[in-house]
C-alpha cells in the first residue's frame, strides 16, 4: 500500500471515533500543519522522479481534498450533536400544569362607583373628577358657606397650611363650583371621589367616598329630583319598589334642602332594602341656593336646579352585606378575595349591575 492511501485510511479512522473539535483541530494540524504528515509529501514532489512525478501529485492533491472534505463533514456532524444535546437538555415540558396564579379582584368601592356612572350616563350625566386637594373658596366660601360654620372647624377638616387655604376637600360639592365657572348651563353632571373629614369609628372614616350630582336648567324643580332619585335608587340595589322619605335638612348650598332615608328591614339576619319599618340616611340634597349660581356667574331668575351628595361607602355596604366600614381601607387580601369583583364584570345596565 503506497504512503498516501495509509495515511488517509488511518485518518479515516481517527475521524471517525472523534467527537470534539479541539481533538479534529488536532487531527487539522497532523495532516496539514508545518510538518504534518500531507504537507511533508508536498515537500517530497520534487525529490519524485519525472515518470511518477505527475501522478503522485494528483493523487497527492485528491487525498488532501477528499481528507479536507472528511473533516468539514465531521465539523458540522459534532456541531449538529452538541445543538442537539442543548435543545434536548433546555427542553421545555408545555404538559407541565401552569403555576397558579392570582387574578386581582376590583374593590367594592371602585365597583360601586362604576354601577353609578353606569345607572347615572343612562339619564344623560356625564362625569366630572376635581382634585383632592382643594382651595378653601371652592370648598367652602363658593359654596355660601359662612365663615362660622362648624364644618370649617378644625376639628372637621383637614387645612394643609396654616393661613386655612388648602384643605382636604370635606365633600364632593366643590366639583359644582369647578364645573360651572369652567363651562355655560346647563350642566347636568356627576363627581365620584374621596372626601376627608376628622372622623373614625366603626361608620366614619377619616377618608371615604362620595358622589355629587348637579343638574341646572330652565325651570328645573324640586320634582325632578325626587324623580332622579327615585330611580338611581331603584337602579342601584336592582329592586322594583323603593321606600324613600325626604326630611327637612340644612346645607348652606342648597335651599330647600333635605336628607333622604330608604327604608329596610332585617330579615334572618340579612338586610332587606326597600321594605319594612326601619329607615337609614343614604343622601344630602336640595335645590342649589341662588347665591351659589351668582358666585359661579349663573344667573338665578334663568336657571335653577338641583345637587345631591350621595356616600358612596355606605350604599356599597348596604348593597354587598358589608359591616365595618373600616374593612374597606384594612388591605386584608382575603377580604378583598371574597367581597372584590372580577375585573371582567364591568357593570352595565344593559346586562346587570352586580350579576
Ligand atoms: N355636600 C353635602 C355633604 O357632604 C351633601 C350635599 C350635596 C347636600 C349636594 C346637598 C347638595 O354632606
Not at 376637600?169 to 347636568?188: A, N
Request: net charge neutral; with cysteine; aromatic share 10%.
Amino acid at each position: 500500500m503506497s504512503d498516501l492511501k495509509k495515511i488517509k485510511d488511518e485518518f479515516i479512522l481517527k475521524l471517525k471515533n472523534k467527537s470534539n473539535l479541539s481533538e479534529i483541530n488536532q487531527i487539522k494540524s497532523d495532516l496539514f500543519g508545518k510538518n504534518g504528515l500531507i504537507s511533508l509529501q508536498f515537500k517530497k514532489i520534487g525529490t519524485i522522479a519525472d515518470s511518477e512525478r505527475k501522478k503522485f501529485a494528483a493523487d497527492l492533491n485528491g487525498i488532501k481534498n477528499e481528507l479536507q472534505d472528511l473533516i468539514s463533514l465531521k465539523i458540522i456532524e459534532i456541531e449538529n450533536a452538541d445543538i442537539n444535546e442543548k435543545l434536548e437538555k433546555e427542553k421545555i415540558d408545555i404538559t407541565l400544569p401552569e403555576r397558579a396564579f392570582v387574578r386581582g379582584r376590583i374593590h367594592p368601592v371602585s365597583q360601586t362607583i362604576d354601577e353609578i356612572s353606569s345607572i347615572f350616563s343612562e339619564i344623560g350625566f356625564s362625569v366630572e373628577e376635581g382634585p383632592d386637594v382643594e382651595n378653601e373658596y371652592n370648598n367652602f366660601t363658593a359654596l355660601n358657606t359662612p365663615d362660622n360654620h362648624p364644618a370649617r372647624d378644625m376639628h372637621d377638616t383637614f387645612y394643609l397650611d396654616e393661613k386655612k387655604q388648602k384643605l382636604l376637600r370635606t365633600h364632593t360639592s366643590p366639583v359644582q363650583i369647578r364645573t360651572m365657572l369652567k363651562d355655560k348651563p346647563p350642566f347636568k353632571i356627576i363627581a365620584p371621589g374621596r372626601t376627608y373629614r376628622s372622623d373614625s369609628d366603626q361608620t366614619h372614616s377619616p377618608m371615604f367616598h362620595q358622589v355629587e350630582g348637579l343638574h341646572i336648567d330652565k325651570n328645573i324643580n324640586m320634582g325632578h329630583l325626587k324623580g332622579c332619585l327615585n330611580y338611581f335608587i331603584k337602579e342601584f340595589f336592582e329592586v322594583e319598589k323603593i321606600k324613600m322619605r325626604f326630611r327637612p335638612s340644612h346645607f348652606p348650598f342648597t335651599e330647600p334642602s333635605a336628607e333622604v332615608d330608604i327604608g329596610y328591614e332585617i330579615k334572618d339576619g340579612k338586610i332587606v332594602i326597600g321594605e319594612g319599618d326601619k329607615w337609614l340616611e343614604i343622601l344630602g340634597c336640595g335645590m342649589v341656593h341662588p347665591n351659589v349660581l351668582k358666585n359661579v356667574k349663573v344667573d338665578p331668575v334663568k336657571f335653577q336646579g338641583y345637587a345631591f351628595g350621595i356616600g358612596i361607602d355606605r350604599l356599597a355596604m348596604l348593597k354587598y352585606g358589608i359591616n365595618d366600614l373600616r374593612a374597606f381601607f384594612d388591605c386584608d387580601y382575603r377580604w378583598l378575595n371574597h367581597f372584590g369583583f372580577d375585573p371582567l364584570d364591568v357593570p352595565t345596565n344593559y346586562r346587570g349591575l352586580s350579576r
